[in-house]
């Protein structure tokens, strides 16, 4: 894949899709932390992506990683104390970087900086820029589990995080640099980059706060021996931006996912999360969550059919039927629709091939949706497996809404953003 390429989406036979990071001012402190080492592949990613990077580095930060390095992958000098406190622009640095910036991320967050951040102190480049700008800011903390677990941590993180302007990406668990196995690692850059795509998106506001989201995903197996089953390509990764969005935008999310790649849960932490198989499972958790939520969107490709029998053993080869009887697998959107209440929103997908929006409006009018998303399988970059989509959105009035080809979260934004435009 060429530079060109790389800096402005992704290429697929005649499809470009663009890069949601295109031109956008990105800057990134970054603390005294060995998680530092992890930003540099995010910002690596930013800048390819054609984004407008800028970095500060605060003096225990270039203990881990030099400026030589960010300024390398940035495509543009870091900035350290040493600037701060000379004279040579023309305006104070501070307050240029902080009315430059669209989003601020600090990456990793050490526990000094969180206090500092807690209560209001500037004393370095960093600190000072977050009090002169007035932009989102996203928070990635890390460090060792004792000092996340501390009560006076844990009291700034909460303090901090009930800020307006501050999104907080929790640390994970596992094994850290000290040896110790617990939770304070630093949150991957992908869901790094994914929350920040989100934040650059909404601004930061968090308009589904106090909404419950219910969300299905992933594909359903209707296996007819423990080893074969009747299934299709899904894999989740529409549903996973979905539940990822409706997260970074405050509510509360169900997700039941069916048949996804393995550690799926940990792209969504913070999501109650519902694993099934086949549609029969999936039916079963859909009618059982759906009444306390607001927003249900059924992004799941659910099989037609099963096979009437299902054997407990492995069929040998030589004793596979020629011909497999079939029966019909409950329509779950349709059994939603039939007792959807009038505050509810229930969005259904319709994978397409051709014309993907009259066979779409059917549907919808059929199963009684508010909205569907019709989108095609049959183009570059959209559909099963793609990490990009492209839809066109329709609601029970008739009005519709083309997406152009974008990330999966993107489109996940654009979905809500119009479901928020329906009438309640």
Sequence with gaps: MSEDVNRTGIQGGNLLVPSSFENRRILLGITGGIAAYKVCDAI????KAGAQVRAILTRGAQEFITPLTVTTLSRHPAYTDANFWQPVHSRPLH???GEWAEVLVIAPLTA?????LATGMADNLLTNTVLASTCPILLAPAMNTEMWNQAVTQRNWEQVVQGSRFHGIEPGSGLLA??????????????????LESVLHTQGKQDLAGKRVLIGAGSTREHFDPVRFIGNPATGKMGIALARC???RGAKVTFVGGAMAPGFQELIPGARIVAVTCAKEMQQAMLEFFPQADMTV????VADVRPVQFHSH????????ERLPLESVPDIIAQLGECKQPHQRLIGFAAQTGDIVTPAIEKLRRKKLDAIVANPIDRPNAGFGSDSNQAVVIDATGRQQAIAPCSKLKLAHHLFDFIQSLSW
């Design 246 to 248: 409706a997260l970074h």
């Design 112 to 116: 000094n900086t969180l206090a500092k």
């Design 95 to 97: 307050i240029e970087l």
């Design 298 to 301: 059924m992004a799941a490709a």
């Design 44 to 47: 690596s990613t930013l800048a």
């Design 178 to 195: 000290c040896d110790r196995v617990g939770t304070g690692r630093m949150a991957e850059p992908e869901r790094i980059l994914a929350h």
């Design 314 to 321: 492995k069929l040998p080869k030589q004793a596979l039927p």
